[in-house]
Structure formats: C-alpha cells, structure tokens
Antibody, heavy 121, light 107 residues
Framework: QVQLQESGPGLVRPSETLSLTCTVS????????WSWLRQPAGKGLEWIGR???????NYNPSLKSRVTMSVDTSKNQFSLKLNSVTAADTAMYYC???????????????WGLGTLVTVSS | DIQMTQSPSSLSASVGDRVTITCRAS??????LNWYLQKPGKAPELLIY???SLQSGVPSRFSGSGSGTDFTLTISSLQPEDFATFYC?????????FGQGTKVEIK
C-alpha cells in the first residue's frame, strides 16, 4: 500500500521560503507524476504543480514564479519550495500521486495526510 | 485554465436518499474527470476516475457519468459516512483544476 507523508516547518515568516518534503513508502517513486496541492482553511483545493522522476515539472501559472519542485529518487522523496510567502500562503499542504492513465485516468489516487503551514511573523 | 463549476454548492439530504451532483467544465475535457470525497480534517479520497470508473475499494453506491463538458456524480443511497464535501477535478491538461466543492449535509 503506497503511503505519503509530508514534513516541514509549520510556521514560516513572511517573505521567507516555505520548504516541504513528501516521503513515499510502500512503492517506488518511479513512473508516476508527484503533485503538491494546498487548501486554505474552509476553502477549496488548489493544485500547485507536479514533478516526474526525470525532473519534468508543470506548475500552476498563478504560482509559477515562486515555486520550485525537486525529486530525490534515492530517498523516495520529492520536495516543494515556495518563496516570498505571505499570509495568503497559509494553508494545509498535501502531496499526492497522480496515477497512470490506464490505472487511474491521471487522477490523484494516493494522498498524504497533509501538513498545516502558517505564514506569520 | 479550465474552469470547473459544481452544482449545487451545498445540499441537505437524508440517509437513504439518492443524491446527484453535477460538474461542468469550461471546455471539453473528454472523460478526464475525477471525483473526490473529503471529510472534515481529512485528506481528499479518490472515488471515481475517468468520469465513470470506480476506484478500488469504493462502495458501488457511487457512480459517475458524462463526457465532454458535463458530468454527474450519483450516490444511490446516501449513508451516514457520506456526509462530506465532494470535489470534481479535471486531469485533461495542466494546471489541474477543481470545482469549488459540494457540501452534503444531514437533513
């Protein structure tokens, strides 16, 4: 059973960089796209972007200038960096696997539990 | 970006009711439409992928239909554990986008 676990600071100062890591267990990080999403309290889901093991990335244009994703296949981990954060970046952050087209129609079939990141001084 | 619009935004229903939620895309997305359920304080869970395929382990009371721009999620007999928020999402192109959510509450 594939499991994902987000980790990183729960509090980030305004103008600094938010850094999160997602550790994948129970399966290989190879052969899938790996995604980051976020959800402000009481609001809907926002897709931040995704990364493949060859470092191919797709970012949401609304965040593209501030986002960097990377992958470490030796540790079965992928990471998110969001720079120049403001209070508007306060949210629950989720990592998720985008399933293959044949298996899951490119849907997000496995999710982490989420980690709350608050931007505040 | 492709805009996804769900209706209704919320509904009240009773256990045993048949419930239908609709999702409309701002442009054609073939059948690249997925449905998720999110319970309070939990991560979303995949229910339906590719418009009508039931994810493994999901009860058969959930079903999906549609193609192009108009899609439907149906719960044939609402159960207590189904009171939650449902989201549609398109996986036709990036950026992936979600509907605003439909909150199903107990009548």
């Amino acid at each position: 059973q594939v499991q994902l676990q987000e980790s990183g600071p729960g509090l980030v100062r305004p103008s600094e960089t938010l850094s999160l890591t997602c550790t994948v267990s129970g399966g290989s990080i190879s052969s899938y796209y790996w995604s980051w999403l976020r959800q402000p309290a009481g609001k809907g889901l926002e897709w931040i972007g995704r990364i493949y093991i060859n470092e191919n990335t797709n970012y949401n244009p609304s965040l593209k200038s501030r986002v960097t994703m990377s992958v470490d296949t030796s540790k079965n981990q992928f990471s998110l960096k969001l720079n120049s954060v403001t209070a508007a970046d306060t949210a629950m952050y989720y990592c998720a696997r985008e399933g293959g087209e044949a298996v899951a129609g490119r849907a997000l079939d496995y999710w982490g539990l989420g980690t709350l990141v608050t931007v505040s001084s | 970006d492709i805009q996804m619009t769900q209706s209704p935004s919320s509904l009240s229903a009773s256990v045993g009711d048949r419930v239908t939620i609709t999702c409309r895309a701002s442009q054609t997305i073939s059948t690249y439409l997925n449905w998720y359920l999110q319970k309070p304080g939990k991560a979303p869970e995949l229910l339906i992928y590719a418009a009508s395929s039931l994810q493994s382990g999901v009860p058969s009371r959930f079903s999906g239909s549609g193609s192009g721009t108009d899609f439907t999620l149906t719960i044939s007999s609402l159960q207590p554990e189904d009171f939650a928020t449902f989201y549609c999402q398109q996986s036709y192109t990036t950026p992936r986008t979600f509907g605003q959510g439909t909150k199903v509450e107990i009548k």
